[in-house]
């Protein structure tokens, strides 16, 4: 017979597989059509950038909403952690580096880490906005 615990631990595993499965198939859509603005990558940065923005807003629809930490495997765990992708940001920089692009280089390094956080930050914002919108 399974216990209470190894069930919630099967319900735990569902979430993060359905959250990664969903992150990945939408980074694999998003990347499979490569954008390129001059010589710099743009898919890996959109990726990065709205996948930071989603975090910032359930980090604090999460709390807001008191949801259970359980839900933070499907979204930011599971959908955030296998949509965004830090190896594939290095690789690209790698990359640029390889092919003396050091100005592209430099742009991209200051784009994704600079325009994801402020990704997470104006997703908390615009969330604390609304949220104080609706409680009045």
């Known amino acids: 017979m399974v216990g209470r615990k190894e069930k919630l631990k099967g319900i735990e595993f569902a979430l993060l597989a ?3 499965l969903a992150g990945t198939f939408l980074r694999y859509k998003i990347v499979s059509t490569p954008l390129w603005f001059g010589a710099l990558p743009l898919n890996v940065l959109v990726i990065n950038v709205l996948g930071s923005f989603i975090l910032g807003v359930f980090s604090l629809v999460s709390l807001a909403w008191n949801v259970d930490p359980k839900y ?3 979204v930011a765990i ?3 952690g296998s949509f965004t992708t ?3 940001f290095a690789l690209e ?5 390889d092919n003396k692009q050091f100005s592209i280089f430099g742009l991209n390094i200051l784009a994704n ?3 994801s956080l ?3 930050i104006l997703g908390r914002i615009l969330t604390s906005t609304i949220l104080r919108v609706v409680q009045q």
Request: hydrophobic share 50%; charged share 0%; net charge neutral.
């Open 78 to 80: 599971g959908f955030c």
């Open 113 to 115: 880490v600079g325009l």
């Open 86 to 88: 830090m190896s594939s």
């Open 118 to 120: 402020g990704a997470v």
């Open 18 to 20: 359905v959250g990664a």
């Open 72 to 74: 933070s495997l499907l």
């Open 93 to 97: 920089s790698s990359n640029l580096l």
